[in-house]
């Protein structure tokens, strides 16, 4: 059974500081990482993707990818309570891009 | 680009009844799925389809679920007849290929 996990938090962080959002997954062949940020009642909305091992920045925002130890991160620098969302981590399986294996998501809280 | 359009975005209906889910996807993806979201099991891929035709459907519950692509913008999701524990927020999503998904806003899907 391939999994996707993550905690459920929620996670509370003060407002300016770092907020830091980790996913771990099972299948050693998946290459397509993806954190989605849903707001109560909404859609998932992409944030980021990395498909390569090290960081990947754009704005407030680093995905962290080890491929090693299987693990995926996500990092918000400057947390501004508009990021208060449940951040949802997507894996790929196998060989198939668009099969996507999705964790139950992160609910994160920024506390002004 | 008016993003991947789903309706209705309610829909109550009894038990036993027919239920119809709509999508038109962004112009040009080609590609479209059918997601499904419970507080329960999270985000569950139902199908999806490339170029109008279905690829995987190992995800669709059972027989009561169908789901057709007739035409490049447009597709339909199916439940005949409908039961209770399939209330759930079902998702339309498209992508160009190796691209992340753009969802719609979703359907909210009460049976009683």
């Known amino acids: 059974q391939k999994e996707v996990e993550q905690n459920s938090g929620p996670l509370s962080v003060p407002e300016g500081a770092i907020a830091s959002l980790n996913c771990t997954y099972s299948?050693?062949?998946?290459?397509?990482f993806f954190w989605y940020r849903q707001y109560s009642g909404k859609s998932p909305e992409l944030i980021m993707f990395?498909?390569s091992n090290g960081d990947k920045e754009d704005g407030r925002f680093t995905a962290q990818l080890n491929k090693a130890s299987q693990y995926v991160s996500l990092l918000i620098r400057d947390s501004q309570p508009s990021d208060s969302a449940t951040y949802l981590c997507?894996?790929?399986?196998?060989?198939?891009?668009?099969?996507?294996?999705w964790g139950a998501g992160t609910k994160l809280i920024i506390k002004p | 680009d008016a993003g991947v359009i789903q309706s209705p975005r309610h829909e109550v209906t009894e038990m036993g009844q027919e239920v119809t889910l709509r999508c038109k996807p962004i112009?040009?993806?080609?590609?479209l799925f059918w997601y499904r979201q419970t507080m329960m099991r999270g985000l569950e891929l139902l199908i999806y389809?490339?170029?109008?035709?279905?690829?995987?459907d190992s995800g669709m519950p059972e027989d009561r679920f169908s789901a057709k692509m007739p035409n490049a913008s447009f597709s339909t999701l199916k439940i005949q007849p409908s039961e209770p524990r399939d209330s759930a927020v079902y998702f339309c999503?498209?992508?160009?290929?190796?691209?992340?998904?753009?969802f719609g806003n979703g359907t909210r899907l009460t049976v009683t």
């Open positions: 389809f490339n170029n109008n035709v279905p690829i995987d």
């Open positions: 997507a894996v790929n399986i196998g060989d198939s891009n668009y099969q996507l294996i």
């Open positions: 990395i498909y």
């Open positions: 999503a498209s992508s160009l290929q190796d691209s992340p998904l753009h």
């Open positions: 112009s040009g993806h080609d590609y």
């Open positions: 299948d050693r062949g998946s290459q397509s």
